[in-house]
């Protein structure tokens, strides 16, 4: 069964820095886009960026310049870095896959979710 499993979320006050991780798991033959989503209370899932197999990157604007998405495709895990928090940024993130190639063909799996609260 092909999983995406986060960690690294938490408290932290306005100003701080998370990483938060995202490692794939199951039969994996590739997956070139992975991503980070977030929903805060009340609101809509909304993409904070992606990464493709090669690095490419995009972002959300208004997370442009305070998050750096990264990856390492030998561990099938990315990462997102997350400085210069804001109240504003506190929600659940997801992570997320569109296409996994895996047996039997392909694959859209999100992650099951990680609270990031920020406050002081």
């Known amino acids: 069964q092909v999983q995406l499993a986060e960690s690294g979320g938490g408290l932290v006050e306005p100003g701080g820095s998370l990483r938060l991780s995202c490692a794939a798991s199951g039969t994996i033959f590739s997956i070139y886009v992975m991503g980070w989503y977030r929903q805060a209370p009340g609101k809509q899932r909304e993409l904070v960026a992606t990464i493709t197999a090669s690095g490419a990157t995009d972002y959300a604007d208004s997370m442009k310049g305070r998050f750096t998405i990264s990856r390492d495709n030998a561990r099938k895990t990315i990462y997102l870095q997350m400085n210069s928090l804001k109240p504003d940024d506190t929600a659940v993130y997801y992570c997320?896959?569109?296409?996994?190639?895996?047996?039997?063909?392909?694959?859209?799996?999100w992650g099951q979710g990680t609270l990031v609260t920020v406050s002081s």
């Open positions: 997320h896959a569109p296409r996994i190639v895996t047996t039997g063909g392909y694959l859209e799996v």
